[in-house]
Nanobody, 125 residues
Framework: EVQLQASGGGLVQAGGSLRLSCAISGFTIDQDWTIGWFRQAPGKEREGVSCIGTKYGLTYYTDSVKGRFTISSDVARNTVYLQMNSLKPEDTAVYYC?????????????????WGQGTQVTVSS
């Protein structure tokens, strides 16, 4: 059974850091998958933040997080991380990890077939 479990969210002051984890089971990331991080703020659509092609290491970041967020993968732990630095209040959202079968810089939610449950990130000003 494919499962993705997001964790690591919390409350942090502006300028602070958090590292989100997406623990994966049911498939291995040494194969050619794409793992994406999305976020959804209240009243807003779900937004693609970053993704990684797990076999070849391709990465993508939406413009608003470039230079602040870093996506990475750990094959031994079968886990994908999102390191978030210099956090801003506008980063406040529920963050989800999800799986896609192919890499694309156009991160549309319908391109992802399995989703984690989400973890809340709140950045205070």
């Amino acid at each position: 059974e494919v499962q993705l479990q997001a964790s690591g969210g919390g409350l942090v002051q502006a300028g602070g850091s958090l590292r989100l984890s997406c623990a994966i089971s049911g498939f291995t990331i040494d194969q050619d998958w794409t793992i994406g991080w999305f976020r959804q703020a209240p009243g807003k659509e779900r937004e693609g933040v970053s993704c990684i092609g797990t076999k070849y290491g391709l990465t993508y970041y939406t413009d608003s997080v470039k230079g602040r967020f870093t996506i990475s993968s750990d094959v031994a732990r079968n886990t994908v991380y999102l390191q978030m630095n210099s956090l801003k209040p506008e980063d406040t959202a529920v963050y989800y990890c999800a799986r896609a079968r192919s890499f694309s810089e156009v991160m549309t939610p319908r391109g992802y077939d399995y989703w984690g449950q989400g973890t809340q990130v709140t950045v205070s000003s």
